[in-house]
Structure formats: C-alpha cells, structure tokens
C-alpha cells in the first residue's frame, strides 16, 4: 500500500463569490490549474455563490458540506 506522501494528494476546492453578478467560474480555473501542476487530485468542489462570508455555516450549503468531508476524511487538504 501507498504511503500518504507518495499517494497522490487529494484536495477539495471551495468557491464562494458575496454577490449574485458575480461567478466562481474564474476561481474555479485558477484552483484546477494549481492542482494541475502540483499532480494533486480534486475530488471534490463545494460551492456558495452570492452568500456572505459573514453567514453562519447554517446559511452556507457548501461550507457545511466541506466542513462534513473533512470530518469524513474525504480529503486531506483545501484550497479556498
């Protein structure tokens, strides 16, 4: 069995923009080049577009969602 420093890194990618005219669609792409050249693996993207940063974690989906995962040790390392 793979050792974790040897086994590929896997990353999730959280993405929240505060205003509904804006997109996540730019961080997305800068985030999955990163990843790229690092040979790291998204296996998971979570998502708040036009909520404050300020809500709570109730009134964040994604946040809630991301928070669950790492909890869950569904991924070692994330990108915001």
């Not at 050792?3 to 997109?23: C, D, H, M, N, W």
């Not at 790229?36 to 009134?59: M, T």
Request: a positive charge; aromatic letters at 8%; glycine letters at 8%.
């Amino acid at each position: 069995m793979a050792s974790e420093r040897s086994a590929q890194k896997r990353v999730a990618i959280y993405l929240r923009v505060f205003t509904g005219e804006q997109t996540t669609e730019n961080q997305r792409r800068e985030l999955e080049a990163v990843a790229a050249r690092h040979g790291w693996r998204v296996v998971e993207f979570f998502e708040d577009a036009g909520i404050s940063g300020a809500k709570g974690r109730d009134k964040r989906p994604g946040l809630d969602r991301l928070l669950k995962a790492v909890g869950a040790l569904r991924c070692r390392q994330i990108w915001l």
